[in-house]
């Protein structure tokens, strides 16, 4: 009874979640900049699609999976643009 | 802290705000209580979730704020319409024209708009209520509290001081001491996080709730704007959050973020600020012109001319408006490259708006044109928006950029795509939905008095200014001596700035004498309207429509009227609500309390208020709430009395 009420794959979601911030932290050691990267983006991947699949059920939603997908197109659309432009402004195209 | 630096002092106009403020909630409490209305206040409108009931709330707040906000600018004008003018210091001053901006834009034009949201969507798309109706509550309630503690910077602690667009090193804690831009931070904050969910409630309605047959397409064009405007909230909004976080972090607890030393950057709050500030003008924009859309399809009896390119232009607009954010700094210091791209995407903007224009005249071509007031709006709106879409190209261009860039030019020409295009718009709206809503058109002669003083009134106001900007008047100048030639067209400003204040005084006399003397409609479609919101009886019942809508076209009423394709072919059957609920008001509350303390960096009652933040958002997760059923029998008889006829 307790097992099917209780919520244990949201939990464990929620606790890796919460490591893998705690592991993205290792960031500010004293490490070459390219492990660096890699932390930051394998932690990253993990935890976006830790959040899709566990939180947000984009797996479960038949019926309107191509709204979802646009969505999240978006979404990418606008990080990019705003990642990559905020470098176009300040680093590639800063008037030197 | 001594209590001198807590309110306000020194300022003959602070003191009387002080009084008002004093006297006005006095009053309030005085009259609730007299009146015995403090159980219906509670009951009906704090705990209520009813999405209309939650829109008209809005758009209350928003006429509240938009006469707060004129006030800044009757006062901003009087200040600058003559040389060495004393009415207000530079300190001062500074104060109006940030909240004015603030005011104008936040919790103004967005209330406003996201008010007719909340009356309008669900009823095109003939839904029972939004997704969320209890979200959409908490919503209102932040906003509002946003909205309350900016508008209590003014007496106590002072406003913030460093325009609304807040750029570092000024808004720094290093260069405005005062706890105003700490308000800045945490009213916008908590206001914005009532705008996302807002956002992703509507997302969610307008995908998932609406009636059958009701397909993308065939959604009436508001609705399709509505859309469009929350998923640029969803993906807008999380920047002006982070942003505003590290602000606080930066001022609260001396985080570097947007400093100029320790590895700070104070260029990048610019940068972020017009990631989210640039798609901000086109959620407020977006919906207007939707609201057009319904208006000028309905008062020319023509279906919208060009539905599939309205949308893609729609989407596109979306698109772009987050590729252009850098036309706001073209003089900060990056390449001629930069601002190259930039120019290129601004400009690219006025293509898919000029093709709104297009069909909106293609619309009105051969139709039968009736003059009422949101038709009057809605024309004025084409030429005037023009004029600021044009200027708008000037804008666009770098180099050009460099000659006006932050001068009267760039304010009149904001306020010429702003006004026209927003504030008509919600003007507009609100006398064409006002009958929907409580079962009375507002006068259409004292309608159309207030609409030619405030279209005229606006050109005196705003024309004379893209001159002075020209001739080199900067913006944001509190004074200015008489050899710079200033004072002739200021003075005219500041006469056309009474007009718009006469315009609006006739508008709310308006609604006064409309509540008094206006006739009660008997059914529930006065404007002969084309779309499902008008198919239901006005006053709107609880529950919208007794029975489901079924959608065979576009232009659903239209079809039903003309064509005998009956809508509403179904039986009725009992109806679900959601209940009222005084968690989203108390809420607002704890966030209020939280937010003040944090102002002031009062960390016992901060800590003690978040902590009950968390506490009332958890009570919420362990409701038990079934929500209630409306029955047969009672439908029926709501909609006997609805109709008119006795029980």
């Known amino acids: ?54 939180f947000m059920h984009i797996s479960e939603m038949a019926s309107t999976k191509k709204e979802l997908y646009l969505n999240i197109a978006y979404a990418l659309f606008v990080g990019l643009v705003t990642l990559f432009g905020s470098m176009f402004i300040f680093v590639w195209g800063w008037y030197s | 802290m001594k209590w001198d630096e807590f309110f306000v002092t020194g300022e003959p106009m602070i003191y009387g705000a002080m009084a008002s403020i004093v006297l006005v909630t006095i009053a309030i409490i005085v009259g609730l209580t007299y009146f015995k209305k403090w159980g219906y206040l509670w009951r009906e409108w704090l705990t209520t979730v009813d999405h209309k009931r939650i829109g008209v709330m809005y758009i209350i707040s928003a006429l509240i704020m938009l006469f707060r906000g004129g006030v800044d600018a009757m006062l901003m004008r009087a200040q600058t319409a003559v040389p060495e003018n004393k009415l207000l210091d530079a300190q001062h001053y500074n104060e109006i024209f940030t909240t004015h901006g603030l ?5 103004m034009a967005m209330p406003f708009i996201i008010g007719i949201m909340n009356v309008v969507v669900p009823l095109q798309i003939g839904a029972r209520d939004v997704a969320f109706p209890r979200l959409n509550a908490i919503s209102f309630w932040l906003f509002f509290t946003g909205a309350m503690l900016l508008n209590l910077s003014f007496v106590i602690g002072g406003s913030p001081d460093a325009g609304w667009s807040a750029y570092f090193p000024l808004a720094s804690l290093e260069f405005s001491p005062t706890v105003g831009n700490n308000y800045y931070s945490l009213a ?40 469009i405007t929350s998923v640029i909230i969803a993906f807008a909004f999380p920047v002006l959050t982070v942003a505003l976080a590290l602000m606080m972090f930066d001022r609260i607890f001396g985080s570097q973020f947007f400093t100029m030393s320790n590895g700070g950057m104070d260029m990048l709050w610019a940068n972020l600020f017009w990631v989210w500030g640039h798609p901000e003008v086109y959620i407020v924009i977006l919906p207007a012109f939707g609201i057009y859309s319904e208006i000028i399809a309905t008062f020319s009896k023509k279906n919208l001319y060009g539905y599939t390119s309205m949308v893609v232009s729609m989407v596109v607009i979306s698109l772009l408006s987050f590729l252009v954010w850098a036309h706001h700094f073209y003089t900060m210091g990056q390449g001629a490259m930069v601002n190259g791209f930039f120019s290129i995407t601004t400009m690219a903007i006025s293509v898919p708006t000029g093709v709104k224009i297009f069909n909106w005249l293609f619309t009105m071509r051969k139709g039968k044109i009736t ?70 058109k507002l006068n259409e002669r004292l309608g159309k008095h207030a609409f030619w003083w405030i279209a005229i009134s606006f050109n005196v106001t705003f024309f004379p200014l893209f001159f002075l900007g020209l001739q080199g008047m900067t913006r944001r100048m509190y004074t200015y001596s008489a050899e710079t030639g200033f004072g002739p067209l200021n003075l005219i400003s500041f006469a056309g700035a009474l007009g718009l204040a006469f315009g609006f005084i006739i508008l709310v006399y308006n609604i006064y004498y409309s509540i008094r003397y206006s006739p009660r409609e008997t059914d529930g479609d006065p404007w002969d309207a084309r779309t499902l919101e008008w198919a239901t009886s006005s006053p709107i019942p609880a529950y919208n429509f ?8 576009r232009d659903a009423l239209w079809s039903a009227k003309h064509d005998n394709q009956p809508i509403f072919d179904g039986k009725i059957e009992p109806i679900h609500l959601p209940s009222n609920s005084g968690k989203p008001v108390i809420l607002g509350g704890v966030f209020f309390v939280f937010g003040f303390a944090l102002v002031f960096s009062w960390w016992i009652p901060a800590i003690i208020s978040g902590i009950a933040i968390l506490i009332v958002l958890a009570s919420m997760s362990f409701d038990r709430d079934h929500g209630i059923t409306v029955s047969v029998e009672e439908i029926m008889e709501t909609e006997k009395k609805l109709r008119g006829e006795t029980l």
């Open chain 2, 371 to 440: 003059f009422t007031t949101p038709m009057l709006y809605s024309l004025a709106f084409i030429p005037i928006f023009t004029i600021g879409g044009v200027t708008g190209v000037m804008l666009a261009m770098a180099s050009a950029d460099y000659q006006y860039h932050n001068t009267m030019f760039l304010v009149a020409h904001f306020h010429y795509v702003l006004i026209p295009g927003t504030v008509f718009a919600v003007i507009a709206g609100f006398h064409y939905w006002f009958p929907k809503v409580f079962g009375f």
């Open chain 2, 546 to 553: 007794a029975v489901t809508p079924n959608v065979k076209g």
């Open chain 2, 188 to 227: 916008l904050q908590i206001s914005g996080i009532g705008t996302l969910l807002t956002g992703i409630n509507f997302i969610v309605t307008i995908l998932k709730m609406r009636a059958p047959g009701m397909k993308l397409m065939r959604m009436p064009m508001f609705t399709w704007s509505s859309l």
């Open chain 1, 1 to 54: 009874m307790m097992k099917q009420l209780f919520p244990i794959r949201h939990v464990m979601g929620y606790l890796t979640s919460l490591i893998l911030s705690a592991l993205a932290l290792t960031a500010l050691l004293d490490i070459p900049f390219a492990s660096k990267m890699a932390i930051l983006a394998v932690t990253a991947i993990i935890q976006a699609s830790l959040q899709l699949f566990v």
């Open chain 2, 103 to 107: 005011i104008m834009i936040l919790f």
